[in-house]
């Protein structure tokens, strides 16, 4: 028994140590880098995939996914927030030709189809922009920037009667397995300096 | 829970839990069997095959057209970079793309398919007609099966029944406890009120009484129970009377016995001795016998109303008509009360007593005698005879003054009078003598507005009344 107990120990401290080890591994893979075009700041976020897991298995259903991303400029890491944008893209995947189609909301629409996965992760960065003149930050001061996704509304739409006091909605309420909350995934980097 | 409201309560949730908790094991038991016929697997199954093999199709036929196109067996569609501005829109869209060849489905519902390829002057369209087969529609279909598919996995339909079904039949089974425990509380409340009643009673409160609330089996035994106290409460209050009147009897007895062994005596001494008297002193002697003659003789009137009251007269029951009786004892009374008027409310019916008739006449005499002499001269005397119960009524009311409270107290009690002659034994001696004939006598409101008086008496039976 002590040797089963030891046994465990060990496989224990050699978990922790491969979380340890990995996590710092896992974020660096995912870097943050800049560029800009003319008065607009883009960024370039290497392995920071979103069209997987369960966003892929909802495409490969059929259905469209919107994905928001939130590109927020930060004095000094965790610091206040220098500047912050917002852009929603919906998602949509070809059945037949399995490629993705992407839509950027807001003006001016721009849609883009035919895309591999890595492709329409790209357009979507490529499309969020900032204005390098709004941010009021001088060539030599550094910066940090935070990048956030959000997938909303993953769960299967479940069509439920509209009336909530009735027999049909009382079934759909306690039926209802629990709902996968909205799916998010930041990545930070910095220290910046505008190019 | 010893109570009879816990054990009707604890009776309604034994004998409903049992058949609910059946009923719920049987639905949710068909629940299962339905559910089983409606498998979202097989339609997932279904779908992912359906899926596959139309992708198959459509990459056959895309690889098809490739192929023809690069082989040059398909005649294109050209599309001049002179003439961009009148391009359709997927071909522009491909033009401005980096790719150098795309497929892509046209036509209504996507039954053609494009495969277009970019060449040094614009853009080869490639078509081919996919057989009616409408891709688009395909993938609309198959969006809204895996749609429907996605929304019965997210659902627990087995638990969702099973957990309305459980929801429902709890709020029914509540709902139905509420007025459960109403009559519940209806039930026990009146056995309750008569088990406190009865333990009331067993401790000495012979005037309580219970409040009648229905018509039901309960409001029965709450009469029957009033009843019951109203007689026993009578009986022993009759019982307290004749110990009382038997104490009294004994004490009236000796007393008499006394009296009377010393008053013969002294009468005739007294006789003596006013007989020996010389006849120069007899004027003195003679009053003065005269003097002690009259006390002895008051003295011996009482003795005989000593005696009476004190001896236990021969009760011999008959069947006599009351009204008769009463008529009798008015036509006796009336001389010696003249200026007192006499009126009846007797029972037409006859009333029928069976009753020793010497004893009825001497209550109602005694009666009569006192409300005339209450009355007084130019008042009214009221006799009134009915049945009721059984048991057959004589009322005797007076124009009189009526009864103070210490009156009323101290009435039937003897040795108290409140009138100028007799003994007070009269009263005393009339309710002996009902309560020997197994009535009484009883104080009632004066209709006429002085006293009044009840007299109860056995009626004969129906044989007996008949036969009489």
């Known amino acids: ?195 | 829970m010893h109570s009879l409201r816990g054990k009707l309560i604890v009776a309604f949730i034994i004998a409903t839990l049992v058949p609910l908790g059946a009923t719920i094991w049987i639905t949710t038991s068909l629940l299962e069997r339905s559910l089983g016929y409606a498998t979202t697997e097989e339609l997932n199954r279904l779908s992912r095959t359906l899926e596959g093999t139309v992708r198959q199709f459509y990459q056959r036929e895309r690889d098809s057209l490739k192929r023809e196109a690069l082989d040059s067996r398909v005649v294109p569609t050209a599309y001049p970079a002179a003439s961009i501005s009148n391009w359709p829109e997927d071909v522009r869209a491909f033009w401005e793309s980096g790719e150098t060849e795309r497929s892509s489905l046209s036509g209504p519902g996507g039954d053609h398919l494009d495969f277009m390829r970019k060449s040094a002057g614009g853009v080869d369209v490639y078509r081919r007609d996919l057989g009616g087969i409408r891709m688009q529609e395909l993938s609309e279909e198959f969006r809204r099966t895996r749609e429907l598919v996605g929304s019965l996995e997210s659902r627990d339909l087995r638990r969702g029944f099973t957990l309305t079904l459980l929801l429902l039949v709890a709020v029914v089974w509540v709902v139905s406890l509420a007025p459960i425990l109403f009559i519940a509380h209806r039930i026990s409340s009146p056995i309750r009120q008569l088990t406190a009643g009865l333990t009331g009673f067993a401790a000495g409160q012979w005037d309580r009484r219970l409040e009648k609330g229905r018509d039901d089996e309960v409001g029965q035994a709450v009469d029957a129970f009033n009843g019951m106290a109203e007689q026993l409460r009578r009986s022993r209050e009759r019982l307290v009377y004749l110990t009382q009147m038997s104490s009294w009897q004994s004490l009236a007895r000796k007393t008499a016995h006394e009296l009377k062994n010393s008053l013969t005596p002294i009468r005739l001494t007294v006789e003596e001795m006013l007989a020996r008297q010389p006849l120069a002193d007899r004027a003195f002697m003679d009053q003065a016998v005269q003097i002690v003659v009259s006390e002895i003789e008051t003295l011996e009137r009482r003795v005989r109303a000593f005696s009476e009251f004190a001896s236990e007269p021969p009760v011999n029951p008959e069947v006599f008509d009351l009204n008769v009786l009463i008529a009798e004892r008015v036509a006796l009374l009336k001389p010696a009360h003249p200026d007192t008027a006499y009126t009846f409310r007797l029972d037409v019916r006859g009333p029928r007593v069976h009753a020793g008739t010497d004893l009825v006449k001497g209550i109602l005499t005694n009666l009569l005698e006192n409300a005339a002499e209450a009355a007084g001269a130019g008042g009214s005397v009221m006799t009134v005879s009915h049945s009721q119960g059984g048991q057959v009524v004589v009322e005797v009311h007076d124009s009189g003054p009526g009864l103070n409270h210490e009156a009323r107290r101290t009435l039937f009690e003897p040795t108290i009078t409140f009138k100028k002659r007799g003994m007070g034994l009269g009263l005393s001696i009339a309710r002996k003598n009902a309560l020997l004939l197994g009535g009484d006598i009883t104080l009632v409101n004066g209709e006429l507005g002085g006293a009044g008086f009840r007299v109860t008496l056995p009626s004969a039976p129906e044989s007996h009344a008949a036969a009489v």
Not at chain 1, 94 to 116: K, T
Not at chain 1, 168 to 179: F, G, T, V, Y
Request: a positive charge; hydrophobic letters at 45%; glycine letters at 6%.
């Open chain 1, 1 to 195: 028994m002590i040797r089963a107990a030891r046994r465990a120990s060990l496989w224990q401290a050699a978990l922790l140590t491969l979380v340890f080890v990995a996590s710092p591994l896992a974020v660096a893979a995912q870097t943050l880098t800049i560029n800009a075009a003319g008065d607009a700041l883009r960024v370039q976020a290497r392995n920071f995939n979103f069209l997987e897991g369960p966003v892929l298995a909802r495409l490969k259903e059929g259905r469209s996914v919107r994905v928001d991303f939130e590109l927020t400029v930060l004095s000094k890491p965790e610091g206040a927030t220098v500047k912050q944008a917002v852009q929603g893209f919906t998602v949509s995947f070809d059945l037949w030709e399995e490629r993705f189609a992407v839509s950027r909301s807001g003006a001016p629409p721009r849609s883009i189809s035919h895309l591999r996965a890595n492709d329409a992760e790209s357009w979507c960065l490529e499309n969020l922009t900032m204005s390098i003149s709004s941010l009021g930050i001088g060539r030599d001061t550094p910066f940090w920037l935070r990048l956030v996704y959000r997938v909303q509304d993953l769960a299967p739409v479940a069509e439920g009667p509209g009336d909530r006091y009735t027999l049909q909605a009382l079934i759909d309420r306690l039926s209802r397995r629990r709902e996968e909350a909205d799916l998010a995934k930041s990545v930070s980097g910095g220290p910046f300096k505008l190019p």
